[in-house]
Nanobody, 115 residues
Framework: QVHVVESGGGLVQPGGSLRLSCTAS????????MGWYRQAPGKQRDLVAA???????NYADSVKGRFTISRENAKMTMYLQMNSLKPDDTAVYYC?????????WGQGTQVTVSS
């Protein structure tokens, strides 16, 4: 079993920055990719960014150039640095850790971008 916990959400003004963190614990030996997803009210959950254990990254077009994903493998911790935040970035942000067989989700952290 793998336990995933996010932190770092909050309220920020447009143009501001936040950094989210996600730590996976437990049977993490086979986790090879971790990702951030977000879900706004009434919308589906979408990929924001993902990173493999080798450091390869993938971003949604809407966040390219503004968000940066990174990972510390030794700590099994992943980060999402979010800059130039917009009201459209408001959502619950979820962390997912994936092995070849299973996906493990965190409970989510709220990010609200508003003046």
């Amino acid at each position: 079993q793998v336990h995933v916990v996010e932190s770092g959400g909050g309220l920020v003004q447009p143009g501001g920055s936040l950094r989210l963190s996600c730590t996976a614990s437990g049977n993490i030996a086979r986790i090879y990719v971790m990702g951030w997803y977000r879900q706004a009210p009434g919308k589906q959950r979408d990929l924001v960014a993902a990173i493999t254990s080798g450091g390869s990254t993938n971003y949604a077009d809407s966040v390219k150039g503004r968000f940066t994903i990174s990972r510390e493998n030794a700590k099994m911790t992943m980060y999402l640095q979010m800059n130039s935040l917009k009201p459209d970035d408001t959502a619950v942000y979820y962390c997912k850790a994936s092995s070849t067989l299973y996906d493990y989700w965190g409970q989510g952290t709220q990010v609200t971008v508003s003046s």
